[in-house]
């Protein structure tokens, strides 16, 4: 139950208050004798018995700052401003100001007369933070309320903004044409209330001339069409806050805007990310053997195997012959292209089976051996063999194996190059089709 604080007559307020149930008072007269009732346009100020209507709630709030010296804090975060002035303008005839609010003394060096105290009404104040909780409560209810009934609405006619097609049914079939049919997206129908309403800012908006993103006014409609087409504008201006009350994610959460809420939910996301990555634990590596089906969780456990198994020393081959990660990852998949061939890389006998073909390399020793660089140390095995190849992402470079007769002109294409002719020339891709032609050409 939401409740605020008591404060005995005549005493000083407790420090720990004893709490009751918040009350809304009856609605006072309106000016001209119009009966100020629950949907009453009229807003009174909380001293005196001046009126203003609800639109007019910066003059309201202007007249109490001046004539009054209560400033209110946060009054855009207050959900509903009528009721909450209202409720105070009852509280401040029960007790004095000063038992609310906190005092706030100007000119506190000047000379007594020319020094002013204004009153500070803030959520500080545990009654004040329940009857803001309350009135947001209250209204996201009616808030929801509001869009269960728009989503469960058959009876929806509207035209298009931007062409003439008309819509009936529901307001998603027409937010959905807007979006794939004219790039303009307001949003998910889900994330919208007072669809209505919020359709018809937005089509006076259009009908005075003015661009819906950046506000701007213009001559005739066909110029604006242009405008917002050219430059990408059709869509609505985020900071514009005359679009907050169409956005369901604006009720959801008390004492905040939607940027606020919004902005939370990317740190969220972000810290979740760090915890993900902190706590992540690797999976095995479960890398294949070069020339038989076995499997390893690391990659030393598979380069003894292939060492004891079959003679193959992946790593002693990388020192002897001074092989960069690039030139590792061209051998890697050579082997695999020849195994599974069943070709014999030294000798290019061919076997029936790769059992045959592993025996033989074995007992030839051929399996030890690498043949000429040439052949293996070509462009085309650049690509993977096999798809999602576990060895070739654990592949690693060694510092110490590489010095500047060793190098080799490795392709490395750049984000940003300039010469893109030269690119296509010395394209890998291109050296492949070359070979292509040439091989055709000869048969």
């Known amino acids: 139950m939401n409740r605020g604080c008591r404060f005995l007559p005549g005493a000083e307020p407790y420090t720990e208050c004893i709490l009751e149930p918040l009350t809304l008072p009856e609605s006072p007269a309106s000016p001209a004798g119009v009966a100020a009732v629950e949907d009453s346009p009229y807003v009174p100020c909380i001293f005196c018995k001046e009126c203003y209507l609800l639109p007019e709630q910066s003059q309201l709030l202007k007249h109490m700052i001046i004539e009054h010296k209560l400033v209110i804090a946060d009054v855009k975060l207050v959900a509903d401003f009528r009721r909450y002035i209202l409720y105070w303008k009852k509280r401040f005839a029960e007790q004095p100001i000063t038992d609310f609010c906190s005092v706030i003394r100007t000119n506190s060096e000047a000379p007594l007369e020319e020094q002013d105290n204004y009153f500070l009404l803030c959520d500080v104040l545990p009654e004040d933070r329940l009857l ?6 209250k209204r996201l209810r009616e808030i929801l309320e509001q869009q269960q009934r728009e989503r469960d609405d058959t009876s929806f006619h509207s035209m298009c903004m931007f062409c003439d097609q008309e819509f009936t049914g529901n307001r998603s079939v027409l937010l959905n044409h807007m979006a794939r049919e004219h790039a303009f997206n307001i949003g998910l129908p889900d994330n919208i209330v007072n669809c209505c309403e919020f359709l018809a800012v937005l089509q006076e908006k259009l009908d005075n001339l003015q661009c819906l993103y950046c506000e701007k006014i213009f001559r005739d409609k066909n110029t604006l069409k242009d405008h917002m087409r050219k430059k990408q504008h059709r869509r609505i201006n985020a900071k514009n806050k005359e679009y907050d009350r169409f956005y369901i994610i604006n009720y959801l959460e008390f004492g905040k805007s939607w940027e606020e809420v919004q902005s939370e939910d990317d740190r969220e996301i972000l810290d979740n990310l760090e915890e993900d990555w ?6 095995p590596v479960c890398a294949v053997c070069l020339f038989c089906e076995q499997q390893a969780d690391t990659t030393g456990k598979l380069y003894l195997h292939m060492q004891k198994s079959h003679g193959f020393d992946f790593l002693k081959i990388k020192s002897e012959h001074g092989l960069n990660f690039y030139q590792q990852v061209k051998l890697v998949n050579f082997i695999r292209r020849e195994i599974h061939h069943c070709h014999c890389y030294n000798c290019q006998e061919k076997f029936q089976s790769k059992g045959g073909l592993i025996s033989h390399m074995e007992e030839t020793k051929h399996i030890t051996f690498l043949p000429p660089r040439s052949t293996w140390d070509q462009p085309q095995y650049y690509f993977p063999t096999y798809e999602n190849d576990t060895l070739l992402c654990t592949l690693s470079d060694s510092e110490d194996l590489v010095t500047e007769d060793q190098s080799e002109d490795v392709p490395v294409v750049s984000e940003d190059i300039s010469n893109l002719k030269a690119l296509k020339q010395s394209s890998v ?15």
């Open 132 to 137: 803001r909780e309350q009135l947001q409560q």
């Open 278 to 283: 902190s706590d992540w634990e690797e999976h």
């Open 429 to 443: 891709l291109n050296q492949l089709l070359c070979e292509e032609n040439n091989s055709q050409e000869k048969n």
